[in-house]
């Protein structure tokens, strides 16, 4: 399923963006969406997943919100209180399944990537 990250870009720190993942020529519906992100010299970790439950990663509980639009076919990342170490490249993903519990953090039980898109957190 070709996926489409956008929604990216520069902000100072508490402030908030809005990621969106959208597919085109298939559906999100009934499958597990995760949303990664990759900082210059670091592994790619997952942020936020949305499978039979919603999960995230510990440092940006309370502050991040994934939720899933069926008539849209997308899944949006809201990224409130952002902070400086919140920088990276976001990236959104697909496969053709639910996963079950906090699985849906591990970036290797995906198959279908999005281009990423540039969140920057800087005063």
């Known amino acids: 399923v070709p996926l489409q990250a956008s929604g990216g870009g520069l902000v100072q720190p508490g402030g908030s963006l809005r990621l969106s993942c959208a597919a085109s020529g298939g559906t999100l519906d009934g499958y597990a969406i995760g949303w990664f992100r990759q900082a210059p010299g670091k592994e790619r970790e997952g942020v936020s997943c949305?499978?039979?439950?919603?999960y995230y990663l510990d440092s940006v509980k309370g502050r991040f919100l994934i939720s899933r639009d069926a008539a849209k076919n997308t899944v949006y990342l809201q990224m409130n209180s952002l902070k400086p170490e919140d920088t990276a490249i976001y990236y959104c993903a697909t496969v053709g399944f639910l996963l079950v519990g906090s699985s849906c953090l591990r970036h290797d039980e995906y198959d279908y990537w999005g281009q990423g898109t540039l969140v920057t957190v800087s005063s």
């Open positions: 949305i499978s039979r439950g919603t």
